[in-house]
């Protein structure tokens, strides 16, 4: 896959709130992710397996979710950025709105690093 379209498809399932399928189908083994902080986990983790752990713990902090909207990515070589809002009440923590940019980076058609800005 192009750069283009992982942040296509990453976009499309976000939407439709596969987070687990963009885990399973498009990031690499060795992906990195990088929280801006550690208020929504840890601020790094490697490797999908951690990766997918840390979206477990995520979800489970989640009490109801509100909605969310996500832009279309841009992209520029290969990397791209997403922007995304979301509306949660989060467990022990109320309801919040979180805005961020998503930054990606893709190697062979695989996302190998994650990076957030709230």
Request: aromatic share 8%.
């Amino acid at each position: 896959m192009t750069t283009h379209e992982v942040a296509s498809k990453l976009v499309e399932l976000c939407r439709q709130g596969k987070i687990d399928e963009v885990h399973a189908t498009l990031f690499a083994e060795n992906v990195k992710s990088i929280e801006a902080n550690e208020i929504m986990g840890p601020k790094e983790v490697e490797g999908l397996e951690a990766i997918k752990a840390k979206s477990v713990a995520f979800q489970a902090g989640v009490e109801e979710f509100h909605g969310a909207t996500i832009s279309e990515p841009v992209v520029g070589g290969n990397s791209f950025a997403i922007s995304w809002a979301m509306d949660a009440t989060f467990k022990g923590r109320g309801r919040m709105t979180i805005e961020e940019v998503c930054a990606y980076q893709v190697k062979d058609g695989k996302v190998v690093l994650e990076q957030f800005f709230y």
